[in-house]
């Protein structure tokens, strides 16, 4: 079926069309006018509508670089459906390497916003309004905060059964059922009945490769089995990453001040008891003064600090728990030798 002409912040797009709208959201102090850059690909079919997002933090590049590399991929020309992709929400605290807006307010604790409100409830309600409520499916690209790092992972409200699935096809092996917090983009979503993944990859200021990739990959599987793009053929078929639904997570804290010594990667099985690293005291010539690291619980490592400089009670390791450790472990490792070879 023939799809009708749709208006994105005031531009009518025609089918069959790929425009870049610069919405205006406010003025740096000298004046210069602050831009959302929204490309809208506006297929010829009827079919769903689907926005994809990055940097709402930002300092979280991976996602930047993903929709750029999604941006130019063939296979959209015959898109069905709406592709609404926002390579960057906060321009603001990208210019300056941040993960805030000038204000210093998190633009991802700021929804659903308001017109007359802050800088970040402006933007908010600008991008809430804008975009997002013309979508029924919506991805958000994240990585870490500044001096961390995550595994691939996607967090979402699994309790629903078309959002499982949907971070089910993604293609990640680690899936946390996640509960919407105040403020954040994917509560607002929730409100008006949009479907949401947010994808957790990388560290902030930083592109990694694997991440980037398995992003991209994710996004184009969900978009296959959304029908807004053709199913791959068997010639080319991938594997399938098998996920896993985590029970729970939770970090293992410093308990000192001091020099971290840690030999723990993304992805490692970790056991109950298992010695993790230790903190030293850098002004001890002697080592008199270590303190081990014992992991409180069984799982595997999905996020974990870079910085080997720790105050007493820094998260240094992230750790999620499964039924069964060691297939997953292996599945992990699988993914990540996947991710280096595999190409789109």
Known sequence: MPQSPITIAGKKISPGTHHLIELPVASLYTHTVMHLPVHVIHGRAVGPKLFVSAAIHGDELNGVEVIRRLLEQKLLKQLRGTLIAIP???????????????????????????????????????????????????????????????????????????????ARVFGVPVLLNANTRDGSLREAAAEHGIKMLLYEAGEALRFDELSIHAGLRGIINVMRYLQMLRPRTNKSAQRVTEPYIAHGSSWIRAPHSGLLTMHIKLGDRINKDQLLGKVVDPSDMFNSNEFIIISSISGIVIGKTILPLVNEGDAILHIASFEDTCEIAAEVDTFQQLMTQEKL
């Open 88 to 166: 960057f929400v906060n321009s603001f605290g990208m210019l300056q390497h941040s993960r805030y807006l000038p204000d210093r307010r998190d633009l991802n604790r700021s929804f659903p916003g308001s017109e007359k409100g802050s800088l970040a409830a402006r933007l908010a309600h600008i991008f809430l309004n804008q975009i997002v409520k013309h979508c029924e499916y919506g991805i958000d690209l994240h990585t870490a905060a500044i001096n961390r790092t995550n595994l691939p992972q996607i967090r979402a409200n699994l309790t629903d059964a078309e959002t499982r699935e949907l």
